[in-house]
């Protein structure tokens, strides 16, 4: 199946920092690509929607401002997570999809994001 | 979307088949039912969707009952590594952007 590459595995930093969270698909064209996040022992929401060119959709509740997500090319998309505070903390997954009918969602191995 | 209801969670026997239910009673004509799994700390993988015949494929096959209400994933030999929350998805194709959007799931224990 098609791959998709998250990176980092996991970060740790200082409240108030910024960090940016890589997603790539490594065989196939993306057209869409999601971005969700986990709290633990609870399902994955949804956070936002990114087309690529064009501005991220966000789902009702999360600041664009706050995560903000850059999908510049067909196999790129980056989640960066500003002035992050320690509720912020979180798994965040992204996935990616291709332009093919009946296509599945390819899903990243998630980043572990500790804010101290 | 149409919503899904799923058990929370199941036990299985290693070496016995698992069986994974989903209700979905207000699925679409044009909604496919997805299933993905997801190991503890790990992003979420495929594992097969259909819309009204069932499927089988390396991983597990997919009932879909007549009235598309309800289906069951099964695993024919489940092993310790099959061990991970399952979600049962419905899914257009086609409209709402393609967002998948996760339920609970259903938490399977395999024991040894």
């Known amino acids: 199946g098609a791959v998709v590459s998250q990176h980092p595995s996991r970060v740790i930093c200082k409240s108030g920092t910024s960090v940016k969270i890589e997603c790539r698909s490594l065989d196939f064209q993306a057209t869409t690509m999601f971005w969700y996040r986990q709290f633990p022992k609870q399902s994955l929401m949804l956070m936002a929607t990114?087309?690529?060119?064009?501005?991220?959709?966000?789902e009702q509740g999360v600041e664009k401002d706050k995560f903000l997500i850059n999908h510049a090319s067909l196999t790129l998309s980056t989640l960066t997570v500003t002035s992050a505070h320690p509720e912020d903390s979180s798994f965040y997954i992204c996935?990616?999809?291709?332009?093919?009918?009946?296509?599945?969602?390819?899903f990243g191995s998630g980043t572990q994001l500790s804010v101290l | 979307d149409a919503k899904t209801t799923q058990p929370p969670s199941m036990d299985c026997a290693e070496g016995r088949a698992a069986n994974l239910p989903c209700n979905h009673s207000?699925?679409?004509?044009?909604?496919?039912v997805y299933w993905y799994r997801q190991i503890h700390s790990q992003g979420p993988q495929y594992i097969i969707h259909?819309?009204?015949n069932n499927e089988t494929n390396e991983m597990a096959s997919l009932i879909i009952t007549e009235d598309r209400k309800s289906s069951t994933l099964i695993l024919p030999h489940a092993t310790l590594r099959d061990t991970a929350v399952y979600y049962c998805?419905?899914?257009?194709?086609?409209?709402?952007?393609?967002?998948?959007?996760f339920g609970a799931g259903t938490r399977l224990f395999v024991k040894a």
């Open positions: 998805i419905v899914r257009a194709l086609n409209t709402g952007g393609f967002k998948t959007i």
């Open positions: 996935s990616a999809r291709g332009d093919s009918l009946n296509e599945k969602l390819f």
């Open positions: 990114s087309n690529e060119g064009s501005k991220a959709t966000y």
């Open positions: 259909g819309l009204k």
């Open positions: 207000t699925i679409s004509g044009n909604e496919y």
